[in-house]
């Protein structure tokens, strides 16, 4: 299965709204869709994981939804923490697979 | 609390060798999956490695297949990636990340390693 994430980057401002995309090539459990927040000269955080269960460390203005092959990181309103790069990944089979990423920059 | 440190990692001429080790601790080790994932410079994530809680399943991509193995020690709560006929792309910061299941897929990712530098060039 390939992820392919857009847009490559995103340029926002601190309080706008991001919404990132995840397109599979084949339909996916959702039991098993993954993103991960990942800051430069970090390991990447599991930040949502069967598609929209978010990790107990990251705020509520985190969300993703999504079934099939479209899935859907949102953002609610852009803190200066937020600007990172951004992964969704599958985990239903081994080994599973990364999207290329989305960067999240501030415009 | 759950720990992972990589170590291991250096510059190494292409063709060579390398073994990277991650020691565990904080959770029983030998009840779970275990990867490495890399990433080369200002690039994305890529899986190199999973193996099973008991060591007797391992799962490569294509693009390290035949030159990467993974070993468990769980006696010792360590991962290895043994990197032999290492070549300029597999430049990368090379993560240990644990699995919440016995053989590596259905889960994801919540555990990781601070990575260690891999560069191969002469």
């Known amino acids: 299965i390939v992820l392919t994430q857009s847009p490559g980057t995103l340029s926002l401002s601190p309080g706008e709204r991001a919404t990132l995309s995840c397109r599979a090539s084949?339909?996916?459990?959702?039991?098993?869709l993954a993103w991960y927040q990942q800051k430069p000269g970090q390991a990447p955080r599991l930040l949502i994981y069967?598609?929209?269960s978010r990790a107990v460390a990251f705020p509520d203005r985190f969300s993703g939804s999504g079934s099939g092959t479209d899935f859907t990181l949102t953002i609610s309103r852009l803190e200066p923490e937020d600007f990172a790069v951004y992964y969704c990944?599958?985990?239903?089979?081994?080994?599973?697979?990364f999207g290329q990423g989305t960067k999240v920059e501030i415009k | 609390q759950v720990q992972l440190v990589e170590s291991g990692g250096g510059v190494v001429q292409p063709g060579r060798s390398l073994r990277l080790s991650c020691a565990s601790s904080?959770?029983?080790?030998?009840?779970?999956?275990m990867h490495w994932v890399r990433q080369a410079p200002g690039k994305g994530l890529e899986w190199v490695a999973i193996i099973s809680y008991d060591g007797n399943n391992e799962y490569y991509p294509d693009s390290v297949k035949g030159r990467f193995t993974i070993s468990r020690d769980n006696s010792k709560n360590t991962v290895f990636l043994q990197m032999n006929s290492l070549r300029p792309d597999d430049t990368a910061v090379y993560y240990c990340?644990?699995?919440?299941?016995?053989?590596?897929?259905?889960?994801?990712?919540?555990?990781w390693g601070q990575g260690t530098l891999v560069t191969v060039s002469s």
């Open positions: 084949q339909s996916i459990n959702t039991n098993y």
């Open positions: 904080g959770f029983t080790f030998s009840n779970y999956a």
């Open positions: 990944q599958h985990y239903g089979a081994s080994p599973g697979t």
């Open positions: 069967a598609t929209s």
């Open positions: 990340a644990r699995d919440g299941t016995y053989y590596g897929s259905g889960s994801p990712l919540k555990y």
